[in-house]
């Protein structure tokens, strides 16, 4: 489900039960909301919030860690597309034909990496290689050396190629959520029973409900946030494909 659809539900679910709170407060007996009950909610809410905020912080650095693995994992296809084209450049001009397929091959590659935005998308493209792919390590596989200088840099090329290709299907072994759905929804039913209490014991008034409005809003903002960092190659923080993209200019 989209970012947006599943704050969208958090913050439903948190103002909800703020909402509920309200409805119940006239409901109670006088005996409900004395003072031991509001102390004994109070410190129950506490130990409730303490959790939460652990739990959040954890799933916070989850999504961060995923997002800059991710990252730094276009960042080392984008080195590698460079140095493979710099090693076929010193190769000699017989590799004019590889370094255009390399070119039409990042293209190639930079779309069906951005178009696996989750784990079903990527599952049918992932161990499959492009025409491009398989036409350029063919290529490259077909050059005759004819000096040492030359077998050294076709080797590197082929060690290259193939650490190309364990980045790529790293991107694909980590395209499921990092974030599992069991924390994200004891998390929510946490923050649900905080703010209920916190509405069971204040009269309500329009400064009271905004306020509430806007912390609901605030803590549905934070799990959009894990979200968006969880799914990075979409939505609002998607890492850029330009440097990969124009990491080779023209011959």
Known sequence: MHSLGLSSIAFACIFGATLL????????????????????????????????ALVLGLLIASAKSTYDTKTNQVRQLTVNLIVLDQLLAQYGPETRIHRELLRRGTASLADRIWSERDLETATTTAFGM?????????????LAPQSDIQ??????AISTITDLAQTRLSLYAQAGNSVPLPFLALLVFWLAMI?????????????????????????????????????????????????????????
């Open 130 to 142: 492009s025409n491009e792919a398989e036409i350029f390590l063919q290529k490259v596989e077909e």
């Open 21 to 52: 709170g309200m409805f119940l407060r006239p409901r109670l007996s006088a005996d409900h909301l004395n003072t031991d009950s509001r102390d004994a909610i109070r410190l129950s809410m506490g130990v409730i919030g303490t959790m939460s």
């Open 151 to 156: 077998r050294s840099i076709r080797a590197r």
């Open 195 to 251: 703010f209920a209490s916190f509405s069971l014991f204040v009269p309500p008034n329009p400064i009271v409900i905004a306020a509430f409005l806007v912390c609901a809003f605030s803590a549905s903002g934070a799990l959009f946030l894990i979200f968006e960092l969880d799914r990075p190659f979409t939505g609002l923080m998607t890492i850029s494909d330009l440097p990969l993209r124009h990491a080779l200019g023209p011959l």
